[in-house]
């Protein structure tokens, strides 16, 4: 009945937090942006986005899972934000190599969409660009079972989380190195960069670690022991320690 804080984690949510801080103004409003990319805030995505918009700005804190994240808000809504590295949603499953690319993140409208197809396409290798087209489980054993992810896109607030089921079993990914590029707080040093701008380095990296199978394969006991920062546990206590207003820092 007496709210200290208003945490709201969904653009779906977004009027029902509006409407408990004004029931509540006394309440904390934190807002966890997932995700909010040049092309939305351009028009190119149906959705009440300027409601959004308002939210965040009516926020006391504003939470968002990657630096790539963090500097557009800053840039297009002069937003500050805290980042706050997400949980990954890791399981077991039987790893192999059957010889093909994934690229598991979905169309979107920027300038990179659809390199990963047309790169290995002029590549003459195999791609799969999954587009929810599988179940559940069909996915996973697609992520299991490629020679590597490739996530292509300039900007992404965690490149994909998929790309993160895959490392938990030793899976290595390849993503761009745009500043506005959520993946380099998750994969790390366990991925692979291209630059951002350049569709030919993004061949010739595909290239190389199609042809370099090895560089592909993860020791399963590093990227699982680094994998127990993206615990729900762990994501849990960081966002503990912001509701009461301490530091997070990444060991």
């Not at 092309?39 to 409601?51: I, Y």
């Not at 805290?82 to 994934?102: G, K, M, Q």
């Not at 020679?147 to 895959?166: I, K, P």
Request: with cysteine.
């Amino acid at each position: 009945e007496n709210p200290d804080i208003i945490f709201c984690a969904s653009f779906f949510k977004t009027r029902e937090a509006m409407n408990l801080k004004i029931q509540f103004p006394n309440a904390k409003l934190i807002v966890y942006c997932w995700d909010y990319y040049k092309w939305v805030h351009e028009g190119k995505h149906d959705a009440n986005w300027g409601q959004y918009r308002e939210l965040m700005k009516m926020a006391d804190t504003v939470i968002v899972p990657s630096d790539g994240q963090k500097l557009r808000l800053k840039e297009l809504l002069d937003i500050d934000s805290i980042v706050c590295e997400t949980s990954i949603p890791y399981y077991d499953h039987e790893v192999r190599d059957d010889r093909f690319v994934l690229d598991p993140v979905r169309h979107y409208p920027e300038e990179n969409r659809g390199w990963v197809e047309k790169a290995c396409e002029e590549l003459g290798i195999p791609c799969d660009h999954s587009e929810h087209k599988y179940s559940l489980e069909e996915f996973r054993d697609k992520v299991n079972s490629c020679s590597f992810m490739v996530c292509a896109f300039r900007e992404a607030s965690t490149g994909g989380l998929s790309l993160m089921e895959g490392l938990y079993n030793g899976k290595v990914s390849l993503v761009s190195n745009s500043p506005y590029m959520g993946a380099k707080n998750y994969i790390g040093d366990y991925g692979y960069y291209f630059q951002y701008d350049d569709f030919e380095d993004l061949k010739r990296k595909i290239k190389y670690l199609w042809d370099n199978p090895e560089l592909c394969k993860l020791d399963k006991k590093d990227t699982r022991d680094y994998m127990r920062y993206f615990s729900d546990e762990a994501f849990g206590a960081r966002l503990i320690k912001i509701f009461k207003n301490e530091n997070i820092e990444r060991n």
